[in-house]
């Protein structure tokens, strides 16, 4: 299976700032690559597939980069809503597998 | 309005076996592919199962292959998940989700239920 390992587990900042998240893929997973966001309590939502494609009513300020094994996510200017744990997860290959999160908190 | 409401789930003593539901609504069920993802209390997120949209391809995390059985009824619009010989470490929160699509295709899960929870104990 396909191992996603995502940096760095936590990362503070500070609201309107910028935040850049990292995933790496043990192999290529080609452009078959999402971004979900969980706040807590609440399900996943999707935010990005395709590596830079946004999902529905996903605001502009999320932004999806990469292919292969290198991926990122940036998002522009961290509102209140932001502050919350991202998953990676490809799904070139089944079994579909997950990143371990990246927590972005308040600093 | 896509609606995933997720059942069956509860406190099960080890060894024995649970199966978990999932009530599809608001969308062509027999049109796409479902997942199931368990998240263990306080850690991330994992994938479980997998179904495409007329069975014909099925795959599990190699967590719970043999173990574990996931099936659909397109004319139930519902989703299953047979959970046998279950161990602590299936202690989870369960989530039904919707593949993104397209129609007849699998990509990645879009729509997610709220979860049932599965506590494994003696």
């Known amino acids: 299976e396909i191992v996603m390992t995502q940096s760095p587990a936590t990362l503070s900042v500070s609201p309107g700032e910028r935040a850049t998240l990292s995933c790496r893929a043990s192999?290529?997973?080609?452009?078959?690559l999402a971004w979900y966001q969980q706040r807590p309590g609440q399900a996943p939502r999707l935010l990005i597939y395709?590596?830079?494609s946004r999902a529905t009513d996903i605001p502009a300020r999320f932004r999806g980069s990469g292919s292969g094994t290198e991926f990122t996510l940036t998002i522009s200017s961290l509102e209140s809503e932001g502050f919350a744990v991202y998953y990676c997860?490809?799904?070139?290959?089944?079994?579909?597998?997950f990143g371990g999160g990246t927590k972005v908190e308040i600093k | 309005e896509v609606h995933l409401v997720e059942s069956g789930g509860g406190l099960v003593q080890p060894g024995r076996s649970l199966r978990l539901s999932c009530a599809a609504s608001?969308?062509?069920?027999?049109?796409?592919?479902m997942h199931w993802v368990r998240q263990a209390p306080g850690k991330g997120l994992e994938w479980v199962s997998g179904?495409?949209?007329?069975?014909?391809?099925?795959d599990y995390a190699d967590s719970v292959k043999g173990r574990f059985t996931i099936s659909r009824d397109n004319a139930k619009n519902s989703l299953y998940l047979q959970m046998n010989s279950l161990r602590g470490e299936d202690t989870a929160l369960y989530y039904c989700?919707?593949?993104?699509?397209?129609?007849?295709?699998?990509?990645?899960?879009?729509?997610w239920g709220q979860g049932t929870l599965v506590t494994v104990s003696s």
């Open positions: 989700a919707r593949d993104l699509g397209p129609a007849r295709g699998e990509s990645c899960p879009e729509y």
């Open positions: 179904i495409s949209w007329n069975s014909g391809r099925i």
């Open positions: 192999q290529s997973v080609s452009s078959n």
């Open positions: 395709g590596a830079s």
């Open positions: 997860q490809q799904y070139n290959n089944w079994p579909l597998t």
């Open positions: 608001g969308f062509t069920f027999d049109d796409y592919a």
